[in-house]
């Protein structure tokens, strides 16, 4: 039996116009081969009239829950199989810190940094103290570079720090060098997209406006170093307990030896026409429909070995 496939799109969160986009891409793009329906969500809740028996979900989700892993314990509570990273891989890839750290135990190289709450911020001194380069400002539990301030003295981290109300926050040592942006598709990296944003600083802004923005893939850099980090992006991918696909983000202070850390890994990519996943995916021959396919399909397998059962 062929499952029929549910696009999760929307939700509240600050990412909602950009899940809508990933969602109807991939809509269409799945309609090709399965028999999909596109289901936009207006509130943190499943929607009623889905059978388990009948749909494998795909979460084209940004943000909150959806890549928090409250969208995937709801999805694993109700039965359903779905596409992309469980919940516990889900929470800890989009809690930086936790990232940072499964990250670190497994050896791998992240920048230097601290967690902070809103109601107990450090001063722009003691910022300046840690990191004399700069840092970059941002929630600990937010995707797509939602509230991200570069400080790169101490008027800058005290601009950023007035504007920060409530919740979770980290800065992270500002490291100046080349981006680059990896999929990993079922536990293999695909290939290296350089990102080149115009202004220097990639934020939600350059990220989702075309034009913005120039990338470069596969980039152009030195055999050596893309092997370098497509091991990195796969022992990431393997180290926060991953599954299906993800996407891990680097910078490079010196392609050439290679020296770069790991950014961060989002498990729910964005799958808009600027988005990172589709231009890795496609050093590899993947068309958007072939690669949808791909991420959808590991879900379609769990589906039908349970429905043997």
Request: proline share 6%; glycine share 10%; aromatic share 8%.
């Amino acid at each position: 039996m062929n499952p029929k496939i549910a696009v999760f799109s929307g939700g509240i969160s600050p990412e909602r116009e950009v899940s809508l986009v990933s969602g109807e891409n991939v809509f269409k793009a799945l309609s090709e081969k399965f028999d999909a329906v596109s289901v936009r969500l207006d509130e943190n809740a499943l929607p009623p009239g889905l059978d388990p028996d009948e749909y494998v979900i795909f979460p084209a989700m940004h943000g909150d829950y959806g890549e928090d892993g409250t969208l995937q314990g709801q999805l694993d509570a109700a039965g359903f199989e779905y596409a992309g990273c469980d919940s516990l891989s889900s929470r800890a890839c989009m809690v930086k810190p936790a990232a940072k750290a499964l990250l670190k135990f497994a050896g791998l190289p992240v920048a230097g940094s601290v967690e902070f709450q809103a109601g107990c911020k450090p001063s722009a001194g003691a910022l300046g103290a840690l990191f004399p380069n700069g840092c970059v400002i941002k929630p600990a539990d937010k995707g797509s570079s939602v509230g991200l301030s570069v400080a790169r003295d101490s008027d800058g981290a005290e601009k950023a720090l007035s504007g920060i109300e409530s919740g979770s926050w980290m800065a992270e040592e500002l490291v100046k060098g080349r981006e680059f942006s990896i999929g990993v598709i079922c536990g293999r990296a695909a290939g290296v997209v350089e990102i080149i944003p115009d202004g220097g600083v990639y934020d939600y802004k350059r990220k989702y406006t075309a034009g913005s923005t120039r990338y470069v893939y596969p980039a152009e850099i030195p055999p050596h170093a893309a092997s370098a980090m497509r091991a990195a992006a796969e022992s990431a991918f393997r180290a926060c307990g991953c599954r299906d696909f993800a996407r891990v983000d680097f910078i490079a202070a010196d392609i050439g030896k290679p020296d770069f850390v790991i950014l961060e890994i989002n498990t729910l990519p964005g799958m808009t026409p600027t988005s990172l996943l589709p231009k890795s995916a496609s050093c590899e021959g993947y068309s958007f429909e072939s690669l949808c396919e791909k991420l959808v399909g590991e879900a379609v397998k769990r589906f039908s070995i349970r429905a043997k059962r």
